[in-house]
């Protein structure tokens, strides 16, 4: 059974970097389920996934984020570390690891952290 935990500060001030890192068991970032995303979801909106890392390290990140959005891993932690930088108060939201596929252009989430709430305030 792959767990996924999410860690980081809980505030962020704006124009500041938010990173958060998604600590894996169960499971090996390099071996098991292929992607391993981020996912977030601001109040009272819907979710928004974020980019992901492949196990074989190669990433992709959703457009409207790609140009502040930096995904990588430390393969000796089992872990993935997501930084967004230049965040204002539109990216509060909990966010969230999720591991799963990707196929024809269609992914899947199999697994999910609880989420972590990121509030960017000054």
């Known amino acids: 059974q792959v767990q996924l935990q999410e860690s980081g500060p809980g505030l962020v001030k704006p124009s500041q970097t938010l990173s958060l890192t998604c600590t894996v068991s169960g499971g090996s970032i390099t071996t098991n389920y292929g992607y391993w995303n981020w996912i977030r979801q601001p109040p009272g909106k819907g979710l928004e996934w974020i980019g992901y890392?492949?196990?074989?390290?190669?990433?992709d990140y959703n457009p409207s984020l790609k140009n502040r959005t930096s995904l990588s891993r430390d393969t000796s932690k089992n872990q993935f570390t997501l930084q967004l930088s230049s965040v204002t108060p539109e990216d509060t939201a909990v966010y969230y690891c999720a591991a799963g596929g990707r196929e024809y252009g269609t992914s899947w989430y199999d697994y999910w952290g609880q989420g972590t709430q990121v509030t960017v305030s000054s």
């Open positions: 890392i492949t196990y074989s390290g190669s990433t």
